[in-house]
């Protein structure tokens, strides 16, 4: 358990983007030929405004100066974690934490870059992201004149009952109109 905290320490902790991360850019931006600086400065400006926040609630993500944008997803609308990593990637020992919800875009709602421990990240978002889901939901306050949600007793009781007074109503129905025979002809 002590493991499973300190691992949970360092992912909250997590706050800007390795310095990998910028050797990536200068690598990715160099294969854009005469258009290299332009790419790499704007790269470069990301990479320098880029941050994170992991916290109880949930993630955020976000960069820019000019044109700031922040994304913030909670853990419970989180529906997939895809971890993925291209060849430049893979030798600096990053990869892209990809984190898709149920919101009709096609790509990831945040793309995570730049971090070394991507495992361990989306490990983390996996624990919450399941342990919100796995949680029964905590009962809400009901609105006025609407009674409360029934615990698991008070529910099998009621089930009962119904099934008793649907069988006894079926019954009786069934009394009252006899049932026709099939005639043979």
Known sequence: MNTQLSENEGVLS?????????????????????????????????YNTLRYRFDEEGISMGWGALFHREVH?????????????????RYLGL?????????????????????????EVRDFIYQRMRG?????????????GHSTPYDDQQLVAALAEVTSTLRELRSLLEERSPRKQPTNE
Do not use: N, W
Not at 95 to 107: E, H, L, P, V, Y
Not at 113 to 119: I, S, W
Not at 132 to 144: E, W
């Open 132 to 144: 919100l889901k796995d949680q029964p939901s905590a009962p809400t306050q009901a609105p006025l």
């Open 73 to 89: 997803l909670t853990y419970s609308r989180i529906q997939d974690i895809h971890l993925s990593s291209g060849v430049i990637e």
């Open 14 to 46: 997590i706050r800007r983007p390795d310095s990998r991360l910028l050797a990536h850019y200068f690598l990715r931006s160099l294969f854009t030929g005469p258009g290299f600086p332009f790419v790499f400065a704007y790269l470069c400006f990301r």
């Open 95 to 119: 990869a892209r934490i990809q984190i898709q919800t149920a919101s009709g875009k096609a790509g990831a709602e945040m793309t995570i870059e730049g971090v070394l421990e991507f495992q």
